[in-house]
């Protein structure tokens, strides 16, 4: 089963946000109202001068971009998802030499909100290859240790946060990590240890058929709806238990 991603920009939008601001003129200058005039003055000396007009228009525009996703699995489309992207007048929307496209990002960001079953078969197969650094066809404690922590540094096998709570909870992982480093690894392994001992039992060692079953053993587990893709809390609580550790209710 595989899983496709399709987009379409489908609306390009400048929008002004700045006041509006209305101009009269008495041709009656005779008839005028002196207070009047003189509160008109007063206004318009704390209003903005045409020299800078353009200026204030610069400043207070937005631009948004909308684009159609598509999930699309066995040639079946099983989501339809409309979203709308406002940049600010300093983000760049062009594809740059120093970044990535508005588009990039948002597939990246959709890729990694879904996991299907074949997708996660085709990652454990990956993962055991990588951790396998002595390409003696088994994997050690070590090295799945090593490997979970790899993820940790590159930010791998991450899920979009599910909620705020865990959200949050990330920012102040992401926060000791930065202020004690040693900690943080020490800590990816200690969970990485137990989850390897659990699945590997009484062995010192996985070999390839085991890491493949424990890791689908874990998916199914984390499928509650039976339909063969992870979103949500449940992809949240399948790439924790990838890493050993668990994400409370």
Do not use: H
């Not at 004690?180 to 390897?196: C, I, V």
């Amino acid at each position: 089963m595989s899983l496709v991603r399709n987009f379409s920009v489908m609306a390009f939008t400048a929008f002004f946000s700045c006041n509006a601001m209305a101009f009269q003129e008495n041709d009656d200058a005779s008839t005028a109202d002196p207070a009047a005039s003189a509160e008109t003055e007063s206004d318009t000396s704390n209003s903005v001068d045409a020299d800078n007009m353009a200026d204030l228009l610069n400043s207070r525009q937005q631009l948004q971009q909308s684009f159609t996703l598509q999930r699309t699995v066995n040639g079946e489309v099983v989501e339809t998802e409309k979203r709308t992207v406002t940049y600010s007048r300093d983000q760049p929307y062009r594809e740059t030499e120093a970044g990535k496209t508005t588009v990039q990002r948002l597939k990246e960001r959709y890729d990694r909100e879904a996991l299907t079953r074949t997708e996660a078969f085709e990652e454990a197969k990956l993962d055991f290859v990588i951790a396998d650094a002595n390409r003696d066809g088994a994997m050690t404690a070590q090295e799945f240790a090593d490997l979970v922590n790899t993820w940790r540094l590159n930010e791998a096998r991450q899920a979009e946060a599910p909620n705020n709570e865990i959200a949050q909870q990330r920012k102040y992982d992401a926060f000791l990590a930065e202020i004690d480093p040693d900690t943080a690894e020490m800590q990816t392994k200690a969970y990485a240890l137990e989850k390897f001992a659990f699945m590997a039992g009484a062995a010192e060692t996985l070999s390839l058929q085991d890491f493949i079953r424990e890791t689908m053993l874990d998916f199914d587990s984390m499928d509650a709806d039976k339909d063969t893709i992870l979103t949500g809390e449940e992809l949240a609580r399948f790439r924790a238990l990838n890493r050993g550790e668990t994400v409370d209710q």
